[in-house]
């Protein structure tokens, strides 16, 4: 055997018996540290109950106490010091518009199974308005869940929220109308009972998110850093044996941990789990900074959370030493053992191990691309379609043959074209945003949907084209259309008599007010004539209400015909109406108009077969002469009506 062959063999074992000796000898007592769960014990926590129960913990000198959620202020204990990590579904923890301190760690759910499941009578968001919804209150506050609740307007003051329960019993005895699940565990419950049920998932409405994130506060990592990084490490090993060891671990929580749940049934929620970790696209724990900038930005934008806040420390930075104490025998153990590794492994077979990786890693990426229902379509700088997913081929109807070396003005309204020219230039300054816009369909339907815009570069940093990524919102713009127009008929309804269509009570308020502020203003005069029917009780006890009905309907246009465009005439109920005269010359000028008024109104009438001959009382008040203020024009415009009434009625008289 070579002398260095042997020389370094003698080196190793030197390394490893000193390293031994010295390991004995810093045995130090475990740190005992809490991770707050935000559920019950169950397998999307099997990472965590392995890294206990297998020792991972243990090994790296920690004692964790796993706490289940007992409906208290999750992030409240966290802050306070109550627990030392917790788990929430919410990729930004915030309060009051502003960023709380706190980090992401890891996150272990790629995609958020958290949904809405709702009785069959209800298919919409919308459905949920004023019905009964049972969630925690992490959920009512940070979740996507919560976020979609908040754009539709659904909050306590027109929805019912009520505590969680931890048991599916109240909506299966429909006590509530709905129940926010995780869609990996509790969906196995109902379909096993076989309760009737309709999902309402968040990422429907562009409601998507990551879920089962773990976070620390900010002082935890700047005071104690090795323990935080131990910490993460072996919860990436509980999660690798979990998810290598199914049978065994839902075993392991049956008898240990929630011998409530069937293994049946922790067995689906671990296939589930498995799913949702996406372990074939991302490491264990891995957290997309990209991703969780871009919530922030969106948040920003829907004015949740404050502009230009520090987000440098809203995502651990994953660049950490080794969790083990680094001393000279193992830094030396380590560069021995890297040029053993070097002498055995030839270069070739790390060039192919590494092509190998690379063509796996391409494999899935566009298996990704192609099994998504998103578009997603890539052009070059001229804007000609380089590729052309499924999603794409679904959603506008055209194949890959048809578009490839096209223009994408192929699928753009034609009035947008110089709006996505504006979107180009964009481009070349934010390298990436998101807008919404209309697409056009092969069968030249139009498609609302949410675009990321961003640019494609080469391996030098330079632009080679242009990448959009396009999701179907249109049911959430077809409900957000249909709540503007409910609101618009609302606040109209609210402002006006239904009968005559004229402004009511409230609206004339208003108006008299600012009618008071722009004569003040101008310096002018107003007149407020105050008219009342008579014997309109006599017309109802005669003929009936539906012909008294009519006679107001023709009594408003009489009127409206009568008086000029600018001036503002309301029905305040009854036979009972309103005009203001804005601009008033003189006070005689006032008096013509009520007489032509009275005039008009002498008239006879013919409804329903009827011949119906009415007169009117008005009471006029003059603006600043009679008084300053609203109560009191209104008021002595209804003295003057009534002193008309006592002269005889069928004539106006003024105030003074």
């Known amino acids: 055997m070579p002398r260095v062959v042997k020389l370094f063999i ?70 306070s010091g109550k627990v030392d990590f917790l788990i929430n579904n919410n990729t930004l923890l915030y309060k009051n518009e502003t960023l709380l301190p706190v980090t992401m760690l890891a996150s272990y759910f790629q995609r958020s199974p958290l949904i809405f499941v709702t009785q069959p009578s209800i298919k919409t968001v919308l459905d949920l308005k004023g019905k ?33 329960t931890f048991s599916l019993d109240d909506f299966i005895n429909k006590k509530v109308d709905a129940v926010a699940i995780f869609s990996s565990n509790e969906i196995y419950i109902l379909n096993n009972k076989k309760i009737k049920y309709n999902i309402i ?49 839902t075993k392991l929580i049956h008898d240990k941990y929630n011998s409530k749940t069937t293994l049946n049934a922790l067995r689906f929620e671990a296939i589930e789990t498995k799913k949702l970790m996406m372990i074939d ?48 025998f193992k830094f030396l153990r380590i560069i021995f053992i890297i040029i053993i590794i070097g002498l055995l492994f030839l270069i070739g077979r790390y060039i192919y191990a590494k092509q190998k990786a690379l063509k796996l ?27 052309w997913n499924n999603g794409s081929q679904k959603m506008l109807g055209y194949t890959q043959e048809e578009v490839v070396g096209k223009h994408m003005s192929i699928i753009h309204r034609t009035k947008d074209i110089e709006q996505n020219q504006d979107y180009a230039v964009r481009l070349q300054k934010e390298e990436s945003f998101c807008v919404e816009a209309y697409l056009v369909a092969k069968d030249s339907s139009e498609i609302y949907v949410a675009i990321t ?100 309907k023709r009594v408003s246009q009489i009127i409206k015909n009568t008086i000029r465009d600018e001036d503002s005439l309301s029905r305040l109920g009854g036979d009972e109406f309103t005009v203001i005269i804005e601009d008033l010359s003189t006070k005689q000028d ?24 009415i007169s009117c009382s008005l009471g006029i008040s003059i603006y600043p002469q009679d008084f300053t203020n609203l109560e009191d024009l209104i008021k002595y415009a209804d003295d003057a009506m009534y002193k008309a009434k006592d002269n005889g009625k069928n004539n106006f008289q003024y105030y003074i």
């Open 10 to 79: 003698n080196i190793f074992l030197l390394f490893v018996i000193s390293l031994s000796a010295n390991e004995s000898q810093n045995i130090t007592p475990l740190k005992k540290i809490s991770l707050q769960l935000q559920w019950k014990y169950q397998f999307q926590f099997a990472g965590f109950i392995v890294a206990k129960e297998k020792g991972y913990y243990e090994n790296l000198g920690l004692d964790v106490d796993i706490l289940e959620y007992n409906n208290t202020d999750l992030v409240d204990d966290l802050l």
């Open 132 to 164: 009964k919804i049972m969630l925690s209150q992490d959920d009512l506050k940070f979740s996507p869940v919560a976020r979609l609740l908040e754009h539709f307007d659904l909050n306590s003051k027109n929805t019912n929220f009520v505590k969680q």
């Open 201 to 249: 998932d968040p990422s429907t409405y562009g409601f998507s998110t990551n879920a089962i994130n773990l976070f620390t506060t900010q002082s935890m990592i700047k005071e104690n850093p090795e323990i935080v990084n131990k910490f993460i490490e072996a919860n990436k090993k509980g999660w690798i044996y979990a998810l290598n060891n199914i049978d065994e671990v």
């Open 281 to 328: 696209l991302y490491d264990i724990g891995q957290v997309n900074y990209e991703f969780v900038k871009n919530s922030y930005n969106r948040l920003v934008r829907d004015d949740t959370l404050l502009a230009n806040q520090d987000i440098s420390k809203i995502v651990y930075k994953h660049d950490y030493e080794s969790s083990e104490s680094i001393d000279i």
């Open 361 to 387: 890693k391409y494999t899935l990426q566009v298996q990704m691309i192609e099994q998504v229902n998103d578009s997603i379509i890539s052009t070059d700088l001229q804007g000609n379609i380089v590729s």
């Open 453 to 552: 815009l961003s640019v494609l570069k080469d391996s030098n940093g330079l632009a080679i084209g242009l990448l959009g990524v396009s999701k179907d919102i249109s049911m959430r713009k077809k409900i957000e259309d249909e709540l503007e127009y409910q609101k618009n008929i609302s606040d109209w309804k609210a402002n006006h008599d239904s009968l005559t269509s004229l402004p009511n009570r409230l609206l004339f308020y208003d108006r008299l007010e600012q009618s008071i502020k722009k004569a003040k203003r101008n310096e002018q005069k107003l007149a407020l004539f105050f008219l009342d029917l008579d014997h309109f009780k006599e017309v109802n006890d005669s003929f009936g209400h539906e012909v008294g009905d009519l006679l107001l």
């Open 590 to 613: 006032a008096g013509l108009l009520a007489q032509k008024i009275i005039d008009s109104l002498s008239e006879s009438m013919e409804i329903n077969g009827h011949n119906i001959n």
